[in-house]
């Protein structure tokens, strides 16, 4: 009889096999055959560490939302929730909920196949879809309308969510299409530059989308010369 390791390295090695994979052709197309050839693994070591590919498919998914959640919008915009009503609190708490995307998505300690899976996730209807929506992706899209709202209380609900919508999507597109990207770019990888620009010219378009006026600087009034 067949053993198998019951070690953290097989269960993560079947993970990233997984989630490649799936980034790659999506999840109906993936066989358990195909993410253990990927891993250098026995096929049955899917089944002893997992219980079959639906669960495989589940861990993958889990781990994916566990990133997303380990710095929460609320958590990097706490330093200026007492400032909402005033343009720079609210230009700084946009910047901290774009920086916090970028941070999450560009990461390079993390797998590339991680922002693919969410994108492969959202193209059909399924069990791990409506698990990804509940734990991450509603939260996240709730927790946005709620600071547009209290910069904007006037604004309608679909406005708010249109102004999300503008504010992420240059940066899942950057996460989407990152091999197409860096190959116009010319680049192994985005540079620091490169998103701190990405990063200035989404707050600025959204400042502009919310009328946030910029803080006028201080004038300092000097004495005419004798």
Do not use: C
């Amino acid at each position: 009889m067949k053993k198998y390791a019951n070690s953290e390295h097989t269960r993560e090695a079947l993970i990233n096999a997984a989630g490649e994979l799936a980034a790659e052709m999506g999840f109906p197309n993936v066989s358990t055959r195909a993410v253990a050839e990927r891993a250098g693994e026995n096929i049955g070591s899917i089944h002893y560490h997992f219980g079959g590919k639906d669960q495989l498919f589940e861990a993958v998914v889990r781990q994916v939302i566990t990133r997303g959640r380990s710095l929460t919008i609320e958590q990097v915009i706490e330093p200026f929730s007492d400032t909402l009503t005033e343009p720079e609190g609210q230009t700084e708490a946009i910047r901290a909920m774009v920086r916090r995307e970028i941070s999450i998505l560009f990461d390079p300690k993390f797998p590339h196949w991680h922002t693919r899976v969410i994108y492969q996730l959202m193209q059909y209807r399924n069990p791990m879809q409506e698990l990804l929506k509940t734990e991450l992706i509603n939260p996240f899209i709730d927790a946005i309308d709620r600071i547009v709202a209290a910069i904007r209380p006037d604004m309608p609900p679909r406005e708010r969510f249109i102004v999300a919508s503008l504010l992420y999507s240059p940066i899942i597109s950057h996460a989407d299409y990152i091999s197409i990207y860096l190959e116009r770019l010319d680049d192994e990888y985005y540079t620091p530059d490169y998103l701190q620009k990405l990063e200035d010219m989404i707050v600025r378009q959204t400042t502009l989308l919310l009328d946030i006026q910029a803080p006028q600087p201080q004038k300092h009034h000097t004495k005419p010369a004798p």
